[in-house]
């Protein structure tokens, strides 16, 4: 009881500090310390630290906000994060080995990538109850969902397919061969396209949600880092549809992609292997995980500058933003 | 060679259809074909591709126990591939089958390749000597068969005995040998002491680090040989006697700021390391030993594949297994960007400009397409776990900074044929 209390007086002072304008909570999973990071997007100051289960790798957030839903790879499941009190307060039944997922538009499933048993797992939220298990390619990662809500995509690092599944059938529907070691999917917001990063391959692969077929390469060139290190990993898309974030991991630089002409138009450098990134609520910022480097980097979304980097647990992998 | 390519062509004409599983019937076997099997199948049945696993095999002992050879070491390897191939295969309508062929260690292997080809194996990864690669190479080249050399480091063969149609896997010992110079020279540890076993093995490694020192500007200030006399393994009694013999052994050196040994017989190296006379680090067949893969590595995805070869055989992945599981990888990944399992389409993309794989090595793979050696980095570390990977940093090269590793193009005495 008296705990209890402790925690709410604590989730209290949290929301005051948080009560200046346009101030979100960022949260950052770290791969290495079993730990999540509590970022404060006003102040850009860690305001807690959440203890975790084992290898917190991908991260998401309730559309409404009140809780984080967390895969613990090494511990087989999914908890679920009170965002009030920064306490688990759950978990869902994931599968093993849950690395990445991804929530369908009105919030009532999840859909987890298993890694290590070729196996995509469909979680209904409410009832926390596994509504069935898609066999998908060889190490199953990357997870997106059409704004619809109709399809899903899983991408297969191994097998090196986007395999896109029908959410009402759980069937796979269209296979479609992308470059090696496909790690993320991104739909655009119309959409109309799949756009799906391939870090050992080096580019992302733009596919036609009609056809399904890849109908651009997007490659990356720096001058002075030769190809091999320059891996596309995480991937977002503005809300207009206009530019797309890639982060290059050990590039250790994000690429700003024109998503009419595919073309570059800017590598912003941040921290050490560039992994994941999240959008700020009305998209102002963007928030980038630097796994080796420790720390997250916020960038201004109209300037694409690197705006302040900030010092997180070990090895940052995701990143989660409140929506209010 | 190029008066070879009309044959091997017409060749891989015919290997079309045993891709698809009809019997072979071109194929002018000596003896008679096994009793036919239905020819046709079902529409929609999955094409099967027939990888073979061409293994001589004894038991080996080791220094230390644990580092016994597992029984199944580069097989498992395989086995795991090819359970990824038909994960993927269950997309494509394609089925990969491994059949594993055991020999003693020094048998005649030709009769038992034959065998194989006629089971329809057009791919077949290999863990054999030297001459018994010679032995069968030339005669798989003419039948359309691609060999993958997974178990030998031999130089000789992607060099003097190099052999259009043998793809190598494993890294040569010249790559080994560069991989850890590198890393002493960046270290700034230059000065080098070298003893060498009295095998040949041994001493095909240690010409390796002669080369090695000389490539990047290690100095081997004095060696010497450790002759095989049948020294005892550490029971009870020996290891008192290999603490007095290990000290006395190195004393006369000159001085050197790292002994490395070379002794892939295991019968002292692995005795070196805290023995020797002053204190110095040791390399090469033990302390810091170079490898093709570590099976405490856990970059770059490393962690998923050890996982699931653990979970396939109940133990971590050492290199002859990662070896292995790239080459039937390799034969996979060429199935399913093809999209077909014609065997001419399948090697045409393999020896394609912009074939690459993805093994957990931090970067794509590709071939030296002069001698169809492997690019790849060298893992450097300790029985515990990974201490570096070459190339290091500033190590530079035109084309890839892998060529840096073993003998590059420009040096190389291989002439395909």
């Keep these: 009881m008296r705990n209890r209390s402790i925690a709410l007086a604590g989730g209290l002072l949290t929301l005051l500090a948080a009560s200046p304008a346009s101030a979100f909570m960022a949260y950052v999973s770290n791969e290495k310390d079993n730990t999540v990071s509590v970022v404060d997007t006003a102040t850009m100051q860690v305001v807690k630290t959440i203890k975790t289960g084992q290898r917190p790798r991908g991260i998401t957030i309730s559309h409404d906000g009140k809780f984080v839903y967390l895969c613990a790879s090494d511990d087989d499941t999914i908890e679920i994060i009170d965002t009030a009190t920064g306490e688990i307060v759950g978990s869902l039944p994931s599968g093993p080995d849950p690395e990445l997922f991804v929530l369908s538009p009105d919030g009532k499933m999840l859909y987890v990538a298993n890694e290590d048993d070729n196996l995509v797992t469909v979680i209904d939220i409410e009832s926390k109850a596994v509504v069935t298990e898609i066999p998908v390619g060889v190490e199953p990662e990357g997870m997106g969902i059409s704004p619809d809500g109709k399809v899903m995509v899983n991408t297969s690092e191994t097998t090196n397919m986007a395999h896109f599944i029908d959410t009402t059938t759980h069937e796979i529907v269209n296979n479609v061969l992308v470059d090696a070691r496909p790690r993320f999917v991104e739909f655009t917001p119309d959409g109309k396209q799949a756009w799906v990063s391939a870090e050992i391959g080096g580019t992302v692969s733009v596919i036609d949600n009609a056809s399904r077929e890849v109908v651009h390469k997007v490659t990356f060139e720096i001058p002075g880092l030769r190809a091999e290190s320059i891996q596309p990993v ?28 595919f073309e570059v138009e800017k590598y912003i450098l941040v921290g ?46 995701g990143v989660a933003v409140s929506p209010k | 060679m190029k008066s070879s390519v009309p044959t091997t062509l017409a060749i891989f004409f015919g290997l079309f259809f045993a891709s698809v599983n009809v019997a072979p019937a071109q194929e002018a076997a000596p003896k008679p074909a096994p009793a036919a099997k239905p020819a046709v199948k079902p ?47 269950s997309f494509m309508g394609q089925k990969f089958i491994l059949d594993v062929t055991e020999v003693k260690f020094d048998a005649d292997v030709t009769a038992i390749f034959d065998e194989m080809v006629a089971k329809g194996e057009r791919y077949v990864l290999t863990d054999i000597s030297a001459p018994q690669l010679l032995s069968i190479a030339d005669k798989a080249r003419d039948a359309g068969i691609l060999l993958f050399n997974v178990g030998n480091s031999d130089d000789s063969l992607r060099e003097e005995d190099c052999r259009i149609n043998v793809f190598h896997i494993a890294p040569t010992r010249s790559m080994l040998a560069d991989g850890l110079a590198q890393y002493l020279v960046w270290k700034q540890w230059p000065r ?10 041994d001493k095909l490694f240690a010409a390796a680090l002669r080369r090695a020192a000389e490539r990047f500007g290690g100095q081997i200030v004095g060696e010497k040989e450790f002759t095989d006399t ?20 190195t004393q006369d050196l000159p001085d050197h700021d790292v002994l490395l040994v070379a002794d892939e017989s295991e019968v002292f190296g692995s005795y070196l390391p805290f023995r020797t006379w002053v204190p110095r680090p040791v390399a090469g067949t033990a302390g810091m030993v170079p490898t093709a893969w570590h099976p405490a590595s856990e970059q770059w995805g490393g962690a998923q594949i050890q996982n699931r070869f653990e979970k396939a055989s109940g133990r971590r992945m050492l290199s002859r297994d990662m070896s292995a599981w790239t080459a039937a990888r390799i034969i996979g990944e060429a199935a399913t960007r093809t999209q077909s399992a014609d065997a001419r389409k399948i090697e045409d993309f393999i020896r394609g400009d912009g074939f690459s794989v993805a093994a957990f090595r931090g970067q794509r793979v590709t071939f030296r397409k002069w001698n169809w050696q492997l690019r790849q980095p060298i893992f450097l570390g300790d029985g515990r776990g990974v201490i570096t990977t070459s190339p290091q940093e500033g190590f530079l090269h035109q084309v890839s900074e892998l060529d840096t590793l073993g003998v590059d193009q420009p040096e190389t005495k291989c002439v395909l044929k």
């Design chain 2, 230 to 249: 049948g020294t005892a393994k550490q029971t009870d009694s020996g290891i008192v006697q290999i603490q007095k013999q290990m000290p006395v052994f």
């Design chain 1, 272 to 317: 050490q292997r560039v992994w994941q990134l999240a959008f700020t609520p009305g998209q102002k910022q963007v928030i980038t995980t630097n796994g080796v480097s420790n720390d997250i980097t916020f960038i201004d979304v109209e300037t694409d500058e690197p705006v302040q980097s900030v010092t997180v647990g070990s090895l940052p992998w």
């Design chain 1, 234 to 261: 995480g991937l977002r898309i503005t809300a207009d549809g206009k530019k797309a974030y890639v982060a290059l991991g050990p590039a250790n630089r994000v690429a700003v992609v024109n998503t009419e002409t």
């Design chain 2, 192 to 201: 080098w002491a070298l003893i060498t076993g009295s095998h040949d093995r």
């Design chain 2, 43 to 89: 529409a929609k049945e999955a094409v099967e591709i027939k990888i073979g696993y061409l293994r001589a095999y004894e038991p080996t002992l080791a220094l230390s126990v644990l580092d016994m050879p597992p029984r199944d070491e580069g097989v498992a390897g395989a086995t795991v591939a090819v359970a990824d191939n038909n994960t993927t295969g």
